[in-house]
């Protein structure tokens, strides 16, 4: 494992490289695609992409909570979590390029 | 919303960029993640969220159906956590 942290700075890189647009547009598209897909999530939608993965928005109702550290008692309130489910095509290439 | 929906969207967006060089551009976002996290890479996208490689240990299954043990190999896999932005987001209002 390399142990490297990418950022939007090396998937603009990436397009700038792909596509022949300025970085700073390639910057731009890689921000508009997150955007888009931000969107759609709060809107409620359930976004998937065929052999990356599927994000989803799940409802979860309210809960009493504890504390770890004092053992009080607080209540939690109802939210909306988002889950990312890896497509196999992922979960596949993921596994095989970390084997040991 | 599937992908060629999102790349509409882009494209919609973007009238001065040829539909195909959009499809490109979303298609080779989502590629280098995977290839990132097919390296051992994690990705952070503030706001978004992270993509990381969680590693699970081996260890002794069973086989639901015949209670078999069976030794299952150090794996790994993808993991994503939701950035606090797009988590605050999801709940306002």
Redesign the interface.
Known sequence: MSDKTLTRMDLSESVFREVGLSRNESAQLVESVLSHVSDALVAGETVKISSFGTFSVRDKSARVGRNPKTGEEVPISPRRVLTFRPSHLMKDRVAKGNKS | ???SE?IQ??AD??PHLYQR??E???N???E???E??????????????AFS?K?RDARVGRNPRTGESVQVE?????F?K?GKL??D????G
Not at chain 2, 74 to 78: G, T
């Open positions: 919303m599937i992908r999102l969207k882009v967006e973007n060089d959009v490109r551009i979303v080779t976002i989502f280098e993640i995977i990132a996290m097919a390296r051992g890479d994690r990705v952070e996208l503030r706001g978004f969220g490689v590693q150090e794996k790994h896999v993808p994503f939701t797009l988590r987001r999801l709940n306002e």
